[in-house]
């Protein structure tokens, strides 16, 4: 969903958001570009990093890959064994103590759930799947006739990281995962002492650090449609993710040959239905970025532009040309606006 910038002046008719303070010191002069790969969670995964010429990657790219084949075994739905699937099998009342990184989604996940009013939802696993957009497996009952939201009748205990399954609750991650995985490969650099680096994981970016040069990670957005008229954005990555919620990528016609966006609104259990094509959301951790850009989409550009607001995100929503509204339009909160340069 972003393409790394090329490291020179932005072009005149793009906008540039920076953080309000580039501090710490820059990659030190003589380090060079070291660029890792690989594949995870149906999409790929790239680092940028800056080091010495010496640097072992095998190494560094075996302890990335197993960091992100940790999350997949845990967090997959595609996975019949991962411990995702293990909980959506569970009868009621039965429960599994969560590894440290589960109970870390589940608690960031519960706590967007709560503050956004269900527009996030981790429970929304049963729509997915009865939608064509997760494992079979996931597909639930048409309606859920109980009068408590999913997120808010899951057995959640914090202090001990054990997760009670209600009944019939199935678990889906996939709006949230991703932006943890980017986090944790973040959290490897910084360990192994490489605080320069940028992560993308299927198009959600942590840039950390500062170039040699003292210039930030600059990326530019992807705009939803190359006919979307609208200015394009560069980012300074600097202690910043950004993540991005769209119908652009993964969606699928209806019945009546209407665009099925693979976002579900978890209070309705159906595609999103606005002219909403893309959100984007800057936060320091990709997973909060990720589970906002997601709720943010279901909201739209009116409700979830004052969620933004109380929440103090910056955020962007695209909207497509309809019958009722003619070109394409966009929506920035606040917090957007005032990162810009």
């Keep these: 969903m972003f393409a790394p910038a090329l490291p020179t002046a932005p072009r005149a008719q793009a906008r540039v958001l920076i953080p309000a303070e580039l501090s710490g010191p820059p990659a030190p002069w003589g380090q060079v570009l070291h660029t890792l790969g690989g594949d995870t969670m149906g999409t790929s995964w790239s680092v940028q990093l800056w080091a010495g010429a010496g640097l072992p990657e ?3 790219r075996r302890a990335i890959q197993a960091v992100l084949d940790d999350v997949v ?3 997959s739905t595609w996975e019949p064994d991962a411990l995702i699937s293990r909980f959506n099998r569970l009868p009621a009342g039965e429960s599994l103590v969560l590894p440290d990184g589960f109970a870390l989604v589940i608690d ?4 967007v759930a709560r503050r956004s009013a269900g527009a996030f939802d981790p429970t929304v696993g049963a729509a997915v799947g009865r939608w ?11 309606t859920d006739t109980a009068a408590t939201p999913g997120w808010a009748r899951l057995g959640w205990a914090p202090a001990t990281h054990r997760l009670t399954q209600p009944g019939g609750l199935r678990l889906d991650l996939s709006a949230i995962a991703k932006g943890h995985a980017v986090d944790r490969v ?32 600059w990326v530019d957005l992807e705009m939803p449609d190359p006919a979307c008229p609208l200015p394009p954005t560069r980012v300074a990555l600097h202690g910043l993710a950004v993540a991005t919620s769209g119908d652009y ?9 209407q665009r099925l966006s693979h976002t579900l609104d978890p209070r309705t259990g159906a595609p999103v239905a606005h002219a909403v094509a893309s959100v984007t959301v800057l936060h320091p951790s990709a997973m909060w970025a990720d589970a ?6 279901v909201l739209g550009p009116v409700e979830g532009l004052a969620l933004a607001e109380a929440e103090d995100l910056p955020a962007l929503w695209i909207e497509r040309p309809t019958p009722a509204q003619a070109g394409w339009r966009e929506t920035l909160s606040p917090a957007l606006r005032a990162l810009l340069a």
């Design 132 to 142: 064509g957009f997760g494992p079979a497996e996931l597909a639930g009952p048409e």
């Design 58 to 60: 095998r190494p560094l």
């Design 73 to 75: 075994v845990q967090m």
């Design 108 to 111: 960031t996940a519960l706590q």
């Design 249 to 257: 990528r993964r969606w699928r016609l209806g019945a009546q040959g």
């Design 292 to 297: 906002w850009a997601t709720a943010l989409m």
């Design 186 to 217: 973040s959290a490897v650099l910084r360990d192994s002492g490489l605080p320069h680096h940028l992560v993308d994981i299927g198009g959600e970016l942590s840039g950390q650090g500062l170039k040699p040069s003292g210039q930030p990670w």
